[in-house]
């Protein structure tokens, strides 16, 4: 069975920084572009990020860019959300996804940020 099990989530204060862990299994993690989304309470979900199959420079949405680095071990099968200058506006539940399917999300990770 495919298995994206996100951690590393928190409370952490305003100006503060977090790293998001998934770890795959299942599937080859490697032959995927995979994404990170998020959701906040009585919110839609929002597309954060995605990177390549093979790492390197990842895309962003607008909302996180400059602050989030999003990163991959293809050894490990783990992907990776560094978040740093986090806002209030930042705290939901942070997912990991295959492509940039919200569907296929598995277990989240919930990122709250406050003072």
């Known amino acids: 069975d495919v298995q994206l099990q996100a951690s590393g989530g928190g409370e952490v204060q305003p100006g503060g920084s977090l790293r998001l862990s998934c770890a795959a299994s299942?599937?080859?993690?490697?032959?995927?572009?995979m994404s990170w989304f998020r959701q906040a309470p009585g919110e839609k979900p929002e597309w954060v990020s995605s990177?390549?199959?093979?790492?390197?420079?990842?895309i962003y949405a607008d909302s996180v860019k400059g602050r989030f680095t999003t990163s991959r071990d293809n050894a490990k099968n783990t992907l990776y959300l560094h978040m740093d200058l986090l806002k209030p506006e930042d705290t939901a539940i942070y997912y990991c996804?295959?492509?940039?399917?919200?569907?296929?999300r598995g277990q989240g990770t919930l990122v709250t940020v406050s003072s």
């Open positions: 990177i390549g199959r093979t790492g390197g420079a990842g």
């Open positions: 299942g599937f080859t993690f490697s032959d995927f572009t």
């Open positions: 996804t295959r492509h940039s399917n919200f569907g296929s």
